[in-house]
């Protein structure tokens, strides 16, 4: 079954303490994108791969960073979250970034405390 | 900055009735929109993309894409309680005539009344 398989669905932490939201897809897809949800705001793009290797910062990129070392898996990682990031976030991949459906993960719910 | 607005709604519309959901861009560039549809707490899933002015018919759905004036809708005809979920407008931000991304306007609440 094609799909984009995210983890923690949930996940509550502390202050400063270093996480991991993994993002896989089994589609071959070239393209793959973070966004965070919150209330009032929308969808915003934290970063995007273009491929392999090829990463850049969306529009709220501040706190984050993304790996893009296999086409499959395009990790999210907080070194020192703080609750400010507490949000939905939700992994996405497309086959190109140019006119193609963008299938989106499950969702993971951080809480920073 | 490049944005997409749309009205957040709530739109309330009983069943049966059409529900017109609508959105505006302002890159001018843009050459695809899609729209998604997101029930609360589970993630968006398309429903419509059109590249092309004019109209897009799929089902009880119709997109409208007018590039000259930078908007885009959606109609929802027979509209059911099961519509009931903010529709996401997106559209695909040109970054450098290279690269780009898929850009999502905040959704607009629809409610479907039996």
Known sequence: ????????RYLITVTGKKLTVTCSQNMNHEYMSWYRQDPGLGLRQIYYSMNVEVTDKGDVPEGYKVSRKEKRNFPL??????????????CASSLNWVNTEAFFGQGTRLTVV | QKEVEQNSGPLSVPEGAIASLNCTY????????????QYSGKSPELIMFIYSNGDKEDGRFTAQLNKASQYVSLLIRDSQPSDSATYLCAVISIRGGSQGNLIFGKGTKLSVKP
């Open chain 1, 1 to 8: 079954e094609a799909q984009v398989t995210q983890n923690p």
């Open chain 1, 77 to 90: 990682i907080l070194e020192s979250p703080s609750p400010n990031q507490t949000s939905l976030y939700f």
């Open chain 2, 26 to 37: 302002s890159d001018r560039g843009s050459q695809s929109f899609f729209w998604y549809r």
